[in-house]
Nanobody, 124 residues
């Protein structure tokens, strides 16, 4: 299974970027977004189940980031608005074929497959 993530880049504070992730097995189960800044641990950003339920966001991004999906393209998007320098990180999409419960959304070990990461840099 491959996850193709893209959309990272350099943006100024307050700007927007949209990341996309296309899993080779299509849209099933749960997809999560995580990020890892230099020298820091990987942290949860957002997750959504493809078949039901609402997306769930980390407190640090809630109200600024939103997920959406295009089932026809088997692609999940992470729209990032009002970006801050502290959002600078490598962003990873991750997938599990299971429909996770909300309490498991933020657990890295709950996901079976990971993308290669795409770098987001927010300049001040």
């Amino acid at each position: 299974v491959q996850l193709q993530a893209s959309g990272g880049g350099l943006v100024q504070t307050g700007g927007s970027l949209r990341l996309s992730c296309t899993p080779s097995i299509g849209t099933l189960g749960t997809m999560g977004w995580f990020r890892q800044a230099p020298g820091k641990e990987r942290e949860f950003v957002a997750a959504t189940r493809f078949s039901f339920g609402s997306p769930y966001y980390a407190a640090s991004v809630k109200g600024r980031f939103t997920t959406s999906r295009d089932n026809a393209k088997s692609t999940l998007y992470l729209q990032m608005n009002s970006l801050k320098p502290e959002d600078t990180a490598a962003y990873y999409c991750a997938l599990t074929r299971r429909n996770l419960i909300v309490s498991s959304f933020g657990r890295s070990d709950a996901y079976e497959f990971w993308g290669q990461g795409t770098l987001v840099t927010v300049s001040s």
